[in-house]
C-alpha cells in the first residue's frame, strides 16, 4: 500500500515554460508535505514545504499546492531552466509519525 | 562539517558478508533516518531515530538489519548476510526534529556480488 504517490515517472518541459509536477497521498493523517530534489549521485535536498493548514506556499520560481480534499498536492516550477532536471521527490509526514514517506519520484528534463 | 556525512560512499562485498555503513548527521540534529533507493525505486524508509525514544524500526526490511545510534549522534546500519538484493543506495538525513525537512547525505553505494 504505497501512501505518497507520483503516477508521472517522467516530464519533459521545454525552458522557460512551466513545469508541474504531481503527487497524491492517501492517509488523512498526513499533515506536512515537502518537495526534494535529487541530482545523480547526490541526496535529495528539500526545496519546499507546505503545512496541511495552508493551501499554497511560494518560493522564487516554486510554488506548491495543496488540496486536502483531494488529497493532491502539485508543485510549479516558472520558468523552468535546464538547472531545474532533476528527480523531484514529494514526501509527506503525520506529526505522530515523525518519519517521512516518499513518492517514487518524477524524473524532470528541462530542454534548452 | 556542516552537512551529513555517510561513509563509505562505495562498498563492493560478497554475498553472505556482513557490512557496517555508517551516518554523522548534522550536529544539534535529533532525528536521524536510513532510506534506501533501489535502482528505478523510490525512498524506501528503514528506520528512525529521535532523541532518546525507542527507534521506529518498522521499514527494516529482515533480520538481517540493525541500525544503532551511539550518543544521539553517529549511526551505524548493519547488515548481515548481505544478499544479492541488498544492493542499493543507502541513503541517512537528519533533521532538527520530528516532522522537519531532512537533509541527506550522499549516500552509500552497496553492491553485493
Known amino acids: 500500500d504505497q501512501q505518497v504517490k507520483q503516477n508521472s515517472p517522467s516530464l519533459s518541459v521545454q525552458e522557460g515554460r512551466i513545469s508541474i509536477l504531481n503527487c497524491d497521498y492517501t492517509?488523512?493523517?498526513?499533515?506536512?508535505f515537502l518537495w526534494y530534489k535529487k541530482y545523480p549521485a547526490e541526496g535529495p535536498t528539500f526545496l519546499i514545504s507546505i503545512s496541511s493548514i495552508k493551501d499554497k506556499n511560494e518560493d522564487g520560481r516554486f510554488t506548491v499546492f495543496l488540496n486536502k480534499s483531494a488529497k493532491h498536492l502539485s508543485l510549479h516550477i516558472v520558468p523552468s531552466q535546464p538547472g531545474d532536471s532533476a528527480v523531484y521527490f514529494c514526501?509527506?509526514?503525520?506529526?505522530?509519525?515523525?518519519?517521512?514517506?516518499f513518492g517514487d519520484g518524477t524524473t524532470l528534463t528541462v530542454k534548452p | 562539517g556542516a552537512g551529513v556525512s555517510q561513509s563509505p560512499s562505495n562498498k563492493v562485498t560478497e554475498k553472505g558478508k556482513d557490512v557496517e555503513l555508517r551516518c554523522d548527521p548534522i550536529?544539534?540534529?535529533?532525528?536521524l533516518y536510513w532510506y534506501r533507493q533501489s535502482l528505478g525505486q523510490g525512498l524506501e524508509f528503514l528506520i528512525y531515530f529521535q532523541g532518546n525514544s525507542a527507534p521506529d524500526k518498522s521499514g527494516l526490511p529482515s533480520d538481517r538489519f540493525s541500525a544503532e545510534r551511539t550518543g544521539g549522534s553517529v549511526s551505524t546500519l548493519t547488515i548481515q548476510r548481505t544478499q544479492q538484493e541488498d544492493s542499493a543506495v543507502y541513503l541517512c538525513?537528519?533533521?532538527?526534529?520530528?516532522?522537519?525537512?531532512?537533509?541527506f547525505g550522499s549516500g552509500t553505494q552497496l553492491s553485493v556480488l
Open positions: 538525513a537528519s533533521s532538527l526534529g520530528s516532522n522537519e525537512k531532512l537533509f
Open positions: 550536529s544539534g540534529h535529533t532525528a
Open positions: 514526501a509527506a509526514s503525520a506529526v505522530n509519525a515523525g518519519k517521512s514517506t
Open positions: 492517509n488523512s493523517m498526513f499533515d506536512y
